[in-house]
């Protein structure tokens, strides 16, 4: 009896033992499927984070190009505005009627004065030759250098027959009533008459006679 009775008592201790050990088995099972899970679960949620933490970077740094950009082009219209403001603007404040032909120093001698508004000048003298080889001929002075500013202009001519004239003064109300009337306008300044030593080069020497002139718009 008493062989039979340690015998179950034992039986008893290795079933409580096996149960035991079975409970701690299933339980660090638990715990480490539930680690596991808990690691995959939370894995992609900080990945998807710096995702939109990256987009909105991106997003952040295309509106400051966007912005930057944006400023670039609005700069650059006002620079090509007042540029174009500047290029339009007159740079003379002469009449805009003062454009024709100015009596010379004899008859059948004119001076054709042309200007834009821009302030650009052309023109040229006619005048007629006064040597043997071109007595009464009419020789023309082509504008060769022209200034323009405010009210004042100058001109230098082409030589011919070697002979070239410049010019600086402005153009003034005269005694004519009507833009038709010759003299409604005088060409008043000084007037240089060139004659360079070679008939071609005008950076020659030469010798210069200088006087002041008033030459009268001629009737239109």
């Known amino acids: 009896m008493a062989n039979l009775y340690s015998h179950e008592r034992c039986s008893r201790w290795k079933r409580e033992v096996s149960t035991r050990v079975l409970g701690l ?15 995959t679960m939370q894995a992609p949620e900080l990945h ?7 987009g909105q970077d991106a997003g ?20 090509t505005a007042s540029a174009a403001s500047s290029s339009s603007a007159p740079s003379t404040t002469l009449p ?11 008859a059948k001698e004119s001076i054709e004065v042309d200007l834009d508004r821009r302030g650009k000048l052309t023109g040229y003298i006619t005048r007629l030759g006064d040597e043997e080889t071109d007595s009464d001929t009419p020789l023309t002075y082509f504008f060769d250098q022209t200034a323009v500013h405010g009210d004042q202009l100058q001109f230098e001519t082409k030589v011919v027959h070697s002979l ?9 109300r005269g005694p004519g009533q009507m833009r038709d009337d010759e003299g409604y306008y005088i060409l008043r300044g000084t007037l240089s008459v060139h ?17 002041k002139v008033k030459y009268k718009s001629l009737a239109q």
């Open 25 to 39: 088995i299933v339980l660090g099972c638990v715990w480490i499927v539930g680690a596991v899970a808990q690691t």
């Open 48 to 54: 998807q984070r710096g995702q939109d933490m990256g």
């Open 60 to 79: 952040r740094t295309h509106a400051a190009s966007a912005s930057a950009s944006a400023a670039a082009g609005k700069q650059q219209q006002q620079l």
């Open 96 to 106: 805009a009627d003062v454009s024709g032909a100015y009596a010379f120093d004899h």
């Open 164 to 172: 070239w004239y410049s010019f600086r003064g402005t153009i003034v």
């Open 195 to 211: 004659h360079p030593s070679n008939e071609r080069d005008k950076s020659s020497q030469e010798t210069v006679e200088q006087r």
